[in-house]
């Protein structure tokens, strides 16, 4: 019926080739940056592996996060402490007898 196939269609035509071939190649230029050389990572003796940065990223986080995890640890504690002296009857009735005694006190002064 005379349909046309469009460009885009062949697989040897870039999809962008037909945008950018009319945009002036001096306007992707940036004034006043410098560009960075690119170079290979066997070339760079200074450059650290992708291993080794991962590694010290995980010290980085771990060293920051280590007094929450301290912190963390001495709530436990705490809790598990108040948990096993509401769970003693005895070590309960202590505690409770102690706050009326304070609170009496107060109230006499």
């Known amino acids: 019926?005379?349909?046309?196939?469009?460009?885009?269609?062949?697989?040897?035509?870039?999809?962008?080739?037909?945008?950018?071939?009319?945009?002036?190649?001096?306007?992707?230029t940036m004034h006043g940056i410098a560009k960075r050389p690119v170079s290979s990572p066997s070339s760079s003796s200074t450059e650290l592996s992708v291993a080794e940065?991962?590694?010290l990223a995980f010290e980085e986080r771990d060293n920051r996060l280590a007094p929450k995890r301290a912190k963390n640890a001495r709530q436990h504690q705490r809790r598990a402490a108040?948990?096993?002296?509401?769970?003693?009857?005895?070590?309960?009735?202590?505690?409770?007898?102690s706050q009326a005694s304070k609170s009496l006190?107060?109230?006499?002064?």
């Open 82 to 97: 108040r948990d096993m002296l509401l769970m003693n009857t005895s070590a309960k009735a202590v505690v409770l007898a």
């Open 105 to 109: 006190h107060s109230r006499n002064l």
């Open 1 to 28: 019926m005379g349909t046309q196939v469009p460009l885009e269609a062949f697989q040897n035509i870039i999809l962008d080739d037909a945008v950018v071939k009319d945009i002036d190649p001096k306007t992707w």
């Open 53 to 55: 940065k991962f590694r």
